[in-house]
């Protein structure tokens, strides 16, 4: 089986067994011929002890296809606050360096729109693999399910 033509499942078993056991593929397809590795990062906002930026890099470095990491600061949410933005924003800067300082390319969605749509959905049509965090608190399962559609 030639790498262009493997599928994600056997991308995955092929990790380490620490990552391997903690990941899952949430579609069966083959992984397409173009295409990065695309990480949501929107919970674990480092770039150390971060088991899905891990995987996100093995994917990348085995396929032999760019890593771009994605964060997005916006949308409208009851408890939105500007102090929580701030705090989000100065995080994003701090593993934006720190990613560039390993060669890995990240971007940060602030719209001055809250409610303008995210580019995410553009960007995992784009990519080859998607990669996000398994985060159980709504409305994470819906969207993530959302864009798995999508990939």
Do not use: K
């Not at 960007?123 to 990939?151: N, S």
Request: charged share 15%.
């Amino acid at each position: 089986c030639t790498l262009a033509a493997m599928d994600l499942r056997s991308l995955l078993a092929a990790l380490p067994p620490f990552l391997a056991v903690r990941s899952r593929a949430l579609t069966s397809t083959a992984v397409p011929a173009t295409g990065g590795v695309l990480y949501w990062m929107h919970h674990a906002a480092r770039d150390h002890d971060n088991p899905a930026l891990d995987v996100a890099r093995q994917l990348a470095d085995r396929l032999g296809r760019p890593l771009l990491v994605y964060q997005g600061l916006a949308g409208v949410h009851p408890d939105n606050n500007d102090r929580q933005h701030q705090f989000i924003a100065e995080g994003a800067l701090a593993v934006q360096a720190d990613l560039s300082r390993q060669g890995i390319r990240h971007v940060l969605h602030l719209p001055t729109d809250p409610a303008a749509p995210s580019p995410l959905r553009e960007l995992v049509q784009q990519a080859a693999v998607l990669i996000v965090e398994d985060w159980p608190v709504p409305p994470f399962p819906r969207w993530t399910l959302a864009l798995a559609g999508r990939a």
